[in-house]
């Protein structure tokens, strides 16, 4: 069944960068978008942007403009979410999820979750 | 930005009875394909969320028929009939009509 596993909890100080990958399996990997959603403590999810694995192309909200990245490598059906000059309010739970390029359906298939916590 | 509200913010619920849940889009969400573009989400203690509705009132694969979408333009409607133990969280609203996709505040559903 499809599914989309995601690296381990990570620490880090004010400043420096981050890379959490997830990892796509039981499906076309390239009919699918790669959204990035993330949760702070207490909080709301926050969509921050989406990768198309087919070509690479980007779709990043404003406000993570300039300091997120996401890439993509089709070898090893796998995208990344990097993000730079990391705050403590970057602290959250970052989720990958994908949605259909083809025929929109929600986001159907979650990951499990990275706890990033920026201390 | 599209703002999403959600009310009410707490829903305390008695098993077996049904509960509703509105949100209210500040522009409309009808895209140019005739489709809805705002999807429910249930986000159950300690998981990811998980989709239960997308274009306003279909319902993703293995929901139970329990949920059900209604609304269109800005006014929408989640309604859980029934309601079982395992319904608890919390629940948002989210509109993918127009990047950035955003989400409302979300409705915590209690059983009493």
């Known amino acids: 069944q499809a599914q989309l596993v995601q690296s381990g909890a990570e620490v880090k100080k004010p400043g420096a960068s981050l890379k959490v990958s997830c990892r796509a399996s039981?499906?076309?990997?390239?009919?699918?978008?790669i959204n990035w959603v993330r949760q702070a403590p207490g909080q709301g999810p926050e969509w921050m942007g989406r990768i198309n694995p087919n070509g690479g192309g980007t779709m990043y909200s404003q406000k993570f403009q300039g300091r997120v990245t996401m890439t993509r490598d089709t070898s090893i059906t796998t995208v990344y979410m990097e993000m730079s000059r990391l705050r403590s309010d970057d602290t959250a739970v970052y989720y990958c999820?994908?949605?259909?390029?083809?025929?929109?359906?929600?986001?159907?298939?979650w990951g499990q979750g990275t706890t990033v916590t920026v201390s | 930005d599209i703002i999403l509200t959600q009310s009410p913010l707490s829903l305390p619920v008695t098993p077996g009875e049904s509960a509703s849940i509105s949100c209210r889009s500040s522009?409309?969400?009808?895209?140019?394909?005739?489709?809805?573009?705002l999807d429910w989400y249930l986000q159950k203690p300690g998981q990811a969320p998980q989709l239960l509705i997308y274009?306003?009132?279909y319902r993703a694969s293995g929901v139970p028929d329990r949920f059900s979408g209604s609304g269109s333009d800005t006014e929408f409607t989640l309604k859980i009939d029934r309601v079982e133990a395992e319904d608890v969280g919390v629940y948002y609203c989210?509109?993918?009509?127009?990047?950035?996709?955003?989400f409302g505040q979300g409705t915590k559903v209690e059983v009493k």
């Open positions: 999820a994908r949605s259909s390029r083809l025929y929109y359906h929600g986001m159907d298939i």
């Open positions: 039981g499906y076309t990997f390239i009919e699918q978008y």
């Open positions: 522009q409309s969400l009808v895209h140019r394909d005739g489709y809805d573009y």
């Open positions: 989210m509109q993918a009509l127009q990047t950035p996709w955003t």
């Open positions: 274009f306003a009132s």
